[in-house]
């Protein structure tokens, strides 16, 4: 489809390249070499970026400035050629750079997004070949007449991040030129890449190193592999397969971890890498952890406005006890960064060979990678328009696991990029979101010890001759589970209803009647859970004490699981822990329940007519029952809002027993509520039945799902059900309604 929406440039013979000369390729260039080598043109080396333009851009000056960056920095006129068996930079005299450009605009807005990213992602992944320059690309998506994109991609072997960002002040610059009339002169550079990779060899051949030699074999001595537990076996050869997803920490978070750096005399970069080393620790039960990160590597003054991989990897190697507090972590964190940086200038491909594992073709060198950095790119504005960076696609995969923390203008953005052969992204969804509430945890207390490594974990961490045992599962409270059969009998697997919030069980009753006394059907509902003595912190963990409930209800499997509201999103945890488990999950039906977070993410107008025209139909509903029944549902309702139970609590007496009773109710409730809008959804490609109340109006919201739609199966049902109110799906119509679609669901099960 985006072929006819796309003008190509003009084909042109390509010239003979002219080369002005060669020079030796860094140690970097040479690592990036090998690993080409190994998978010719592999895009995990390719960095994509891309870029909004808001305002007229026209393609031919563009593609003029993109000329003009290309004759500044004779990285982007570097190909990578064989003399002698050795790879060396062949940089030429001129480079013609052309841009093509994509028309989207005839598409409506939904596709034009839509198509713009799987361009994208298609452009990011498209190999480069080593021998022909330039190693870099671009693309120019046009959305409308004042807006478009523009992807860059650019091989790893002549840039890096911070070159990216230079590649776009220089763009920016030469447009403004061009826009002007005007030839887009950019500053000659007082050294060019070639300089510093000769240079940097000169210096690796001297004595000078050897104080950073002597202290990385003493520092990786019997280092031990760390991994988190994967979700498959680990493949004999890696391939580059890697998503990602991304989740905007709250502000508060982010803030309390700068202030703690700043009162300790720490770095945010300190902060946050002690909140991961906790979160690895509790998933692998290692107390001595290695992972890399990347140093800028650019020393000197005059390397800053240079193109060119100067980056290089450092590895990290800290030791955690059961003693340290957090503040104690952040302090060994920052020691174990700053002795690496005190080190940096040994460059990465000498330490590999030092790495348990290095020969394993199915590894990377280090499993884990963190990144902390501020956007390369912030906003940036000429005549005709303004440029800002937006979230890119992903290449491939380097690491099995790279943690990504980048500050944009709405706060700071953990990214979690994972290698797809290993995790799914139900795993990477449940790091990022712990990943939020250890550091909110942490934080808040900072002098407590730190928390024990979760016992439901693999400690895997360990030397290669010694095998990974599992331990234990989440030990929750028996007293503390109540469980209720509403139907005990029957030849159907069981249904388990989730009742997280509620102290009764009217509301199953008449769908447990519907479905009739063949269908086994138990409500749970924990009562002040408490999972391995201590409260849950995130629906992954609520979820697994509700797992564990389920099969010692029920060992053979074949479950089926429902859940109302709020306790829908447990019960879709619960299917994805049980189908990771290697059990058998029939069915999950999720009643009148939202996608945590997707009514938010709603324009305010829209959001505030539904609430409108969701309190006039409540409202005539309930008159017409009676002024009595419309007070004491209006009462209800309005105590969602917790300012309004406190001033009930100042304002009305009430028994003791039935005080207590209620606020009970409305504490879990809340609990809930946050625990739900900090669970990062994973996909599930199970079967789902999504029933919605008669109380959400037709029409609204645009995801007739509540939101589950892109995290659920393409054909998965949603129907609309009889009945006034939230609770109205379990009238007798809607309880009908829903009997109706299980069976009918479950009957293919049942031959």
Same mark, same amino acid.
């Given at each position: 489809?985006?072929?006819?929406?796309t003008r190509?440039?003009?084909?042109?013979?390509?010239?003979?390249d002219?080369? $002005?000369?060669?020079?030796?390729?860094?140690?970097?260039?040479?690592?990036?070499?090998?690993?080409? !080598?190994?998978?010719?043109?592999?895009?995990?080396?390719?960095?994509?970026?891309?870029?909004?333009?808001?305002?007229?851009?026209?393609?031919?000056?563009?593609?003029?400035?993109?000329?003009a960056?290309?004759?500044?920095?004779?990285?982007?006129?570097?190909?990578?050629?064989? +003399?002698?068996?050795?790879?060396?930079?062949?940089?030429?005299?001129?480079?013609?750079?052309?841009?093509?450009?994509?028309?989207?605009?005839?598409?409506?807005?939904?596709?034009?997004?839509?198509?713009?990213? #799987?361009?994208?992602?298609?452009?990011?992944?498209?190999?480069?070949?080593?021998?022909?320059?330039?190693?870099?690309?671009?693309?120019?998506?046009?959305?409308?007449?004042?807006?478009?994109?523009?992807?860059?991609?650019?091989?790893?072997?002549?840039?890096?991040?911070?070159?990216?960002?230079?590649? $776009?002040?220089?763009?920016?610059?030469?447009?403004?030129?061009?826009?002007?009339?005007r030839?887009?002169?950019?500053?000659?550079?007082?050294?060019?890449?070639?300089?510093?990779?000769?240079?940097?060899?000169?210096?690796?051949?001297?004595?000078?190193?050897?104080?950073?030699?002597?202290?990385?074999?003493?520092?990786?001595?019997g280092?031990?592999?760390?991994?988190?537990?994967?979700?498959?076996?680990?493949?004999?050869?890696?391939?580059? !397969?890697?998503?990602?997803?991304?989740?905007l920490?709250?502000?508060?978070?982010?803030?309390?971890?700068?202030?703690?750096?700043?009162?300790?005399?720490?770095?945010?970069?300190?902060? $946050?890498?002690?909140?991961?080393?906790?979160?690895?620790?509790?998933?692998?039960?290692?107390?001595?952890?290695?992972?890399s990160?990347?140093f800028?590597?650019?020393?000197?003054?005059?390397? +800053?406005?240079?193109?060119?991989?100067?980056?290089?990897?450092?590895?990290?190697?800290?030791?955690?006890?059961?003693?340290?507090?957090?503040?104690?972590?952040?302090?060994?964190?920052?020691?174990?960064?700053?002795?690496?940086?005190?080190h940096?200038?040994?460059?990465?491909? #000498?330490?590999?060979?030092?790495?348990?594992g290095?020969?394993?073709?199915?590894?990377?060198?280090?499993?884990?990678?963190?990144?902390?950095?501020?956007?390369?790119?912030?906003?940036?504005?000429?005549? !005709?328009?303004?440029?800002?960076?937006?979230?890119?696609?992903?290449?491939?995969?380097?690491?099995?696991?790279?943690?990504?923390l980048?500050e944009? +203008?709405?706060?700071?953005?953990?990214?979690?990029?994972?290698?797809?052969?290993?995790?799914? +992204?139900?795993?990477?969804?449940?790091?990022?979101?712990?990943?939020?509430?250890?550091?909110?945890?942490?934080?808040?207390?900072?002098?407590?010890r730190?928390?024990?490594?979760?016992?439901?974990?693999?400690?895997?961490?360990?030397?290669?001759?010694?095998?990974?045992?599992?331990?234990?599962?989440?030990v929750?409270?028996?007293?503390?589970?109540?469980?209720?059969?509403?139907?005990?009998?029957?030849?159907?697997?069981?249904?388990?209803?989730?009742?997280?919030?509620?102290?009764?069980l009217?509301?199953?009753?008449?769908?447990s009647?519907?479905?009739?006394?063949?269908?086994?059907?138990?409500?749970?509902?924990?009562?002040?859970p408490?999972?391995?003595?201590?409260?849950?912190?995130?629906?992954?963990?609520?979820?697994?004490?509700?797992?564990?409930?389920?099969?010692?209800?029920?060992?053979?499997?074949?479950?089926?699981?429902?859940?109302?509201?709020?306790?829908?999103?447990?019960?879709?945890?619960?299917?994805?822990?049980?189908?990771?488990?290697?059990?058998?999950?029939?069915?999950?039906?999720?009643?009148?329940?939202?996608?945590?977070?997707?009514?938010?993410?709603?324009?305010?107008?829209?959001?505030?007519?539904?609430?409108?025209?969701r309190?006039?139909?409540?409202?005539?509903?309930?008159?017409?029952?009676?002024?009595?029944?419309?007070?004491?549902?209006?009462?209800?309702?309005?105590?969602?809002?917790?300012?309004?139970?406190?001033?009930?609590?100042?304002?009305?007496?009430?028994?003791?027993?039935?005080?207590?009773?209620?606020?009970?109710?409305?504490?879990?409730?809340?609990?809930?509520?946050?625990?739900?809008?900090?669970y990062?959804?994973?996909?599930?490609?199970?079967?789902?039945?999504?029933?919605?109340?008669?109380?959400?109006?037709?029409?609204?919201?645009?995801?007739?799902?509540?939101?589950?739609a892109?995290?659920?199966?393409?054909?998965?049902?949603?129907?609309?059900?009889?009945?006034?109110?939230?609770?109205?799906?379990?009238?007798?119509?809607?309880?009908?309604?829903?009997?109706?679609?299980?069976?009918? $669901?479950?009957?293919?099960? #049942?031959?």
């Amino acid at each position: 489809m985006a072929n006819q929406f796309t003008r190509e440039p003009e084909p042109h013979p390509r010239e003979p390249d002219r080369i $002005a000369t060669t020079a030796r390729c860094s140690s970097a260039q040479e690592r990036y070499w090998e690993i080409d !080598s190994r998978d010719p043109g592999t895009p995990a080396l390719n960095i994509a970026v891309k870029w909004r333009i808001r305002g007229h851009l026209d393609a031919a000056l563009a593609q003029e400035a993109f000329q003009a960056i290309l004759d500044r920095h004779e990285s982007l006129r570097t190909a990578i050629r064989l +003399e002698d068996g050795r790879p060396v930079q062949a940089i030429s005299e001129h480079v013609p750079f052309k841009l093509p450009e994509i028309d989207l605009s005839g598409l409506p807005e939904a596709d034009r997004t839509r198509e713009a990213d #799987r361009i994208a992602q298609s452009e990011a992944c498209t190999r480069f070949d080593l021998d022909e320059a330039p190693l870099l690309r671009a693309t120019l998506l046009r959305k409308s007449r004042a807006e478009a994109v523009i992807l860059v991609v650019a091989h790893h072997i002549v840039s890096d991040g911070w070159s990216m960002g230079l590649v $776009a002040k220089d763009f920016v610059a030469a447009y403004q030129a061009l826009g002007r009339g005007r030839e887009p002169v950019l500053p000659e550079l007082p050294l060019q890449y070639s300089d510093f990779a000769e240079g940097s060899r000169d210096g690796m051949a001297s004595e000078a190193l050897a104080r950073e030699e002597a202290y990385w074999l003493g520092k990786l001595a019997g280092l031990p592999i760390v991994e988190v537990p994967p979700d498959r076996p680990r493949p004999a050869t890696r391939s580059t !397969s890697g998503a990602s997803l991304s989740r905007l920490l709250p502000r508060p978070v982010t803030a309390g971890l700068a202030d703690l750096a700043r009162r300790e005399g720490t770095t945010f970069f300190s902060a $946050a890498y002690a909140v991961l080393l906790t979160l690895l620790r509790q998933r692998t039960g290692a107390s001595d952890i290695v992972l890399s990160t990347q140093f800028a590597n650019r020393d000197d003054v005059e390397l +800053e406005g240079i193109v060119g991989p100067f980056v290089n990897t450092l590895v990290l190697r800290t030791r955690l006890s059961d003693e340290q507090s957090f503040l104690d972590l952040c302090q060994a964190a920052r020691d174990t960064f700053e002795d690496a940086v005190d080190h940096h200038q040994w460059p990465f491909d #000498r330490l590999v060979p030092l790495l348990p594992g290095s020969d394993d073709a199915g590894r990377p060198p280090v499993s884990i990678n963190f990144i902390v950095q501020r956007a390369f790119i912030g906003e940036l504005a000429n005549d !005709s328009f303004q440029l800002s960076g937006i979230p890119s696609p992903l290449p491939g995969a380097l690491y099995d696991l790279n943690f990504i923390l980048v500050e944009r +203008e709405e706060g700071w953005r953990l990214t979690c990029e994972y290698h797809r052969d290993l995790y799914d +992204e139900g795993t990477a969804s449940e790091l990022a979101a712990q990943f939020e509430s250890l550091a909110e945890r942490l934080v808040a207390d900072p002098t407590a010890r730190l928390p024990r490594p979760a016992p439901a974990s693999l400690p895997i961490a360990s030397p290669l001759w010694l095998p990974a045992t599992p331990a234990p599962p989440p030990v929750i409270d028996a007293t503390a589970l109540r469980r209720t059969w509403l139907q005990q009998a029957g030849s159907q697997p069981t249904l388990f209803a989730l009742n997280h919030t509620a102290h009764n069980l009217r509301l199953y009753r008449p769908l447990s009647h519907e479905l009739g006394p063949d269908q086994p059907f138990a409500a749970l509902q924990l009562l002040d859970p408490l999972v391995n003595g201590a409260a849950p912190t995130s629906i992954e963990q609520l979820a697994a004490a509700y797992c564990e409930a389920i099969v010692a209800t029920r060992p053979e499997g074949g479950y089926r699981l429902a859940g109302f509201c709020r306790s829908g999103v447990i019960a879709l945890e619960v299917a994805r822990q049980l189908a990771a488990s290697g059990r058998q999950v029939d069915l999950v039906v999720l009643i009148d329940c939202w996608a945590p977070g997707y009514f938010l993410r709603q324009p305010y107008l829209a959001r505030l007519r539904f609430r409108l025209k969701r309190a006039a139909r409540f409202a005539r509903r309930f008159w017409r029952a009676g002024p009595r029944s419309f007070v004491t549902r209006m009462s209800f309702w309005l105590q969602s809002t917790a300012a309004v139970r406190q001033a009930k609590r100042l304002l009305f007496w009430r028994p003791a027993e039935e005080a207590a009773d209620e606020a009970d109710f409305w504490r879990t409730t809340d609990e809930l509520e946050a625990l739900v809008q900090r669970y990062a959804l994973p996909r599930y490609e199970g079967r789902v039945l999504v029933f919605r109340s008669g109380a959400i109006p037709p029409g609204w919201p645009p995801d007739a799902t509540l939101g589950w739609a892109g995290h659920l199966a393409p054909d998965t049902p949603c129907f609309a059900v009889d009945g006034e109110g939230h609770e109205g799906a379990f009238s007798e119509a809607g309880s009908r309604t829903m009997a109706e679609r299980i069976i009918e $669901a479950t009957r293919q099960d #049942r031959h």
